[in-house]
């Protein structure tokens, strides 16, 4: 192949956004003859978005050099900026403020005036927050943003409306934050930007709006990341964030099954056949403590202890605190002392805002149950101050359901009813369906310490609607221990072996295959499919599967 016909090629494949045949071409070229600055930036550019980290650098470098060479500097300075940002990303902070300063002194040695001024900017602003110089920063942001309009400069409006975005989350000022986090999301949908934008962007704002406790925008804008990395197979980085963020909304949204697909691959993406992590994809900041901590929040909330705790372990492994979940696996074991002791050191630490929040609520469950009052109120009013500061649903949930949860264990029903009503109407709003559905088993107990029984048990039926779907066997024995259901509930009552058989019978397993997975004998499930059959008054398997179906079992 001649070298017109693999640059023309490469050129090509990367407006197409195929990345690894951009790659591929662009570096066949490469090595018949030497790319110019242009060229150059699309080789760094589809390098950076297959991982081939050190290519990516080697290939910005050059780039910035030829630019030099020609005299053109704020091109020059435009390399750099990308550079930077992959060092950061990668923690070499030396190597990325060496690159920073020499950017800056060839615009200012030239007295360009550019948009590129712009980006270094972002770059110092990055700095400046992590300092704490928040003045400075939103400075900073708003002279980007100008640039980026006198410019017409799109990657800088971006990075400009996220920057002062991040100011403003930094300030506490979340409606602020949100509007600019917006029109940055509109700026890489609706402008010709790099795909280093986007990606940065999306994950930038994601991470924000958790920081903020903005559940619903960060859901929306996962969902929009999710379709841009599915047209993109082969993209390498921002991915693993997508499958993370992916896997926790589906688990707040009560997809269990499909956030569990999701955290498993994104622990996959992220670690090697060995479990260690994969170097690459790391040192850009891979999620893999993150991904390893989702799995085992859905591991625990289904009662799968062992893998949960397995989970938790490789989280810390790679760098992710196990807790609050690990406490709360523990108080789920029904070893009380080991998770009070836990959390209690927990809450003597710094989080950040959605970690804190997620803290305390599993303190005040955990202490509240555990019988240490004290604590758990003092956890309970630090969330509702916080929700207080912040209008943000998630946060009126979990707080109104803290005060709900000490009033119960104070034994004043009446006052935790109401705490817990507004708490299961802020889990409806969000569309929360397992925290909800605990919320109302609360409710079932305040009810019944008022002598309400009927009111109980239709509270008591409604979370158990709900855990039979999710498959929480947890919270599902827990409820079951609370009440049996009343001779005109929808659904007999199965144990919970029954059900784990019924949902496997349903996806067409056989009676051998089942008792393979669940460690029991074959004759012990043809026992159970018998009784299953009989309490449910069916005439054969193929009846309990669409038994199964038809009441939301699988």
């Known amino acids: 192949m001649t070298t017109p016909d693999a640059l023309d090629q490469g050129r090509s494949a990367f407006r197409a956004r195929t990345w690894t045949e951009a790659f591929r071409q662009l570096s066949a070229a490469e090595q018949l003859t030497p790319l110019g600055g242009d060229d150059l930036e699309l080789l760094a550019t589809s390098a950076f978005l297959t991982g081939h980290d050190d290519i990516s650098l080697d290939s910005w470098t050059r780039a910035y050099h030829d630019w030099c060479h020609g005299g053109n500097a704020p091109r020059a300075a435009r390399c750099a900026f990308w550079m930077i940002l992959q060092l950061l990303s990668s923690g070499e902070w030396a190597r990325a403020n060496g690159w920073l300063a020499t950017a800056r002194r060839l615009l200012d040695d030239g007295q360009h005036d550019c948009g590129e001024r712009g980006l270094l900017s972002v770059i110092v ?54 509007a600019l986090f917006d029109e940055a999301m509109v700026a890489v949908t609706t402008a010709d930007v790099s795909p280093i934008t986007i990606g940065v962007v999306y994950c930038a704002v994601i991470e924000a709006c958790y920081e903020v406790l903005d559940l619903r925008r ?60 994969r170097s690459g994809e790391t040192m850009r900041g891979y999620p893999a403590g993150a991904a390893f901590y989702e799995l085992a929040e859905i591991c625990r909330v289904r009662g799968k202890f062992a893998e949960a705790e397995d989970a938790y372990r490789q989280a810390s492994l790679h760098g992710r605190s196990p807790e609050p979940g690990l406490a709360l696996l523990r108080a789920a074991e029904g070893r009380t002392d080991t998770a009070v002791a836990a959390i209690r050191r927990v809450l003597d630490q710094p989080q950040k805002r959605w970690a804190r929040a997620n803290v305390l609520a599993a303190a005040v469950d955990i202490l509240a149950r555990a019988g240490d009052l004290a604590v758990a109120r003092t956890a309970s009013e630090e969330l509702t101050n916080m929700a207080r500061a912040i209008s943000a649903p998630f946060l009126t949930a979990h707080a109104a359901q803290a005060r709900g949860t000490v009033f119960l264990a104070e034994r004043e029903p009446r006052a935790a009813l109401t705490e817990l009503r507004i708490a299961w109407m802020a889990w409806q709003e969000l569309e929360m369906p397992y925290e909800g559905a605990r919320v109302r088993m609360m409710i079932g107990l305040a009810c019944r310490a008022l002598g309400d029984e009927d009111g109980a048990t239709m509270e008591f039926d409604a979370a158990r609607q709900v855990f039979l779907r999710l498959d929480a066997v947890p919270d599902l024995m827990r409820v079951d221990e609370l009440f049996a259901p009343s001779p005109a509930a929808t659904t007999p009552r199965l144990t919970t072996r029954e059900l784990q058989i019924i949902r496997l019978l349903a996806s067409g397993r056989t009676n051998r295959s089942i008792a393979r997975q669940l460690t029991i004998s074959q004759r012990t499930v043809d026992r159970h499919v018998s009784n299953i059959l009989t309490k449910l008054n069916l005439s054969s398997r193929s009846a309990a599967t669409a038994y199964a179906y038809q009441h939301n079992l699988i």
Not at 141 to 156: C, N, V
Not at 166 to 178: D, I, P, S, T, W
């Open 125 to 178: 602003l990055r700095v400046q927050l992590k300092d704490g110089n928040d003045a400075a920063a939103h400075e900073a942001a708003t002279g980007a943003i100008a640039l980026a309009h006198r410019f017409d400069d799109s990657d800088l409006k971006a990075f400009g409306c996220l920057s002062q975005g991040l100011v403003h989350v930094r300030r506490g000022e979340a409606g602020a934050a949100a």
């Open 218 to 277: 960060a859901r929306e804008w996962t969902s929009v990341l999710a379709q841009w990395c599915g047209t993109q197979p082969d993209l390498v980085p921002f991915r693993g964030h997508c499958l993370v963020h992916r896997a926790e909304t589906m688990r707040l949204g009560g997809a269990w099954l499909s956030a569990m697909t999701e955290a498993a691959q994104a622990c996959r993406r992220a670690t090697g056949s060995d479990g260690s992590l």
